[in-house]
């Protein structure tokens, strides 16, 4: 049985991430969000384009101002008016200035911008009221990004900042790794869909819905295979399938030990490694890892089949190996911060423990707010609005109310 940390090593060391020749494709900006960039983009533009005004105000001279103050102001003539979007049609001379708004092109001669505030006008005169500094609300060219050198780099994922940068840097198309496959499948005689009416002893198989949903969070696309029956021929007909046509397979459910879990024999009968086949930690203990001989066959990984164990084991192990599979070019580790616990709690220390609940920062210190009712890995009620796991580390018995503990961020990617 593995600890927690080294399944994490072996899960992440197992993932072979998508090839940025074969594994990519084009799409539009507008359609570029939360996608993966699979190559770095440099620009031809430099950013700014050309000196330009950070503010509304006056074009100088630095050296027509650089002793003016309101007890005795430089007085300039104003011999233009330069609105933004438009190019200068005059040369700042000695004694002279230029009427300048936000954004626009500063004029040949000036090298310096007076905000209004700071001013007085006159008819055709403005008179400078203080001592500007030197180039002060002057955005030089080329300042923020020179053209040609590296824009944004490979393996990020685009949000709205990094595509308002593509669209100044007049870029409509990308090149982005394709979204991961992930072939999802529950299995247990007991399972039925929500559709059907229920009979004695039936439950709705949630875990392929729950599954769906994170793995789209990922950004990956899930190919939903369904539920399957406990019968050796049915489940090897459907790994088969699942391991020829995605790039990570997930099956929720018949990795324990009783007389009808069947997943770790089939994968042996196909010939897949397992790397790991039971963990310690509470909920998630049964957690197989494998590998097949094909060196392009995906990750298989065998989750427990009680929701919460479904839950815990995703996002601390397969969420990883997502982001990493995307193309992400690091980041992919769980994000972990501190905070104190509120009540006492005992335990019996022999795994690694995971609590679900809420976390909030309230004053700038996170506050982790455990979810009511039982903690049992076959209640699926009380994790509605779970967004924190708080971890008690293996060999802990009682954690006492204050004492700091580890709690792991649900991140939406």
């Not at 507008?30 to 000196?51: E, N, Q």
């Not at 002279?96 to 004029?107: D, E, H, S």
Request: charged share 20%; hydrophobic share 40%; glycine share 6%.
């Amino acid at each position: 049985m593995h600890s927690v940390s080294d399944a994490e090593a072996i899960i992440l060391n197992l993932v072979q991430p998508l090839d940025n020749q074969q594994d990519t494709e084009i799409v539009d900006l507008l359609a570029a969000h939360g996608r993966i960039l699979a190559t770095p983009v440099t620009s031809l533009l430099d950013f700014p384009h050309w000196d330009n005004s950070a503010m509304d105000g006056y074009a100088v001279r630095y050296e027509d101002v650089q002793h003016s103050s309101l007890e005795q102001p430089a007085v300039l003539e104003i011999v233009t008016e330069i609105p933004a979007g438009s190019q200068p049609n005059s040369t700042i001379q000695p004694g002279q200035a230029a009427r300048i708004f936000t954004g626009a092109v500063i004029p040949p001669g000036a090298d310096t911008v007076v905000m209004q505030e700071k001013t007085r006008r006159e008819d055709n005169n403005v008179f400078i009221l203080t001592t500007p500094k030197p180039q002060e609300f002057v955005r030089h060219q080329a300042s923020f990004y020179k053209a040609g050198t590296p824009l944004i780099p490979a393996g990020i994922k685009l949000n709205a900042p990094e595509i308002a940068v593509l669209a100044a840097a007049q870029c409509p198309q990308l090149r982005v790794y394709r979204r991961p496959r992930v072939a999802i499948f529950s299995t247990g005689d007991e399972l039925t869909t929500l559709e059907q009416p229920l009979q004695p002893g039936q439950i709705v198989d949630s875990n392929q819905y729950a599954l769906a949903t994170l793995v789209k969070e990922c950004g990956a696309e899930p190919l939903m295979l369904g539920i399957v029956k406990d019968e050796l021929v049915d489940l090897e007909q459907t790994i088969t399938q699942a391991v020829a046509n995605a790039d990570l397979v997930i099956s929720s459910g018949g990795v324990s030990v009783g007389d009808y879990d069947y997943i770790d024999k089939i994968l042996e009968t196909l010939g897949a490694k397992t790397h790991i086949c039971a963990v310690k930690m509470r909920p998630g203990k049964p957690l197989t890892v494998a590998t097949f001989p094909n060196s392009h066959s995906p990750l298989y990984f065998g989750l427990p089949g009680n929701p919460a164990a479904v839950l815990v084991t995703f996002w601390r192990f397969v969420q990883p190996a997502i982001k990493k599979l995307s193309g992400l070019a690091g980041g992919w580790k769980p994000k972990f911060v501190k905070t104190r616990w509120r009540d006492q709690l005992r335990l019996d220390g022999k795994r690694e423990t995971y609590i679900w609940g809420s976390l909030h920062l309230i004053d700038g210190v996170y506050e982790f707010h455990q979810a009511g009712s039982s903690q049992s890995s076959g209640n699926l009620i009380n994790l509605a609005q779970t967004n924190a796991l708080a971890i008690l580390p293996m060999g802990k018995t009682l954690i006492d109310s204050q004492e700091e503990v580890q709690v792991l961020q649900i991140e939406i990617l």
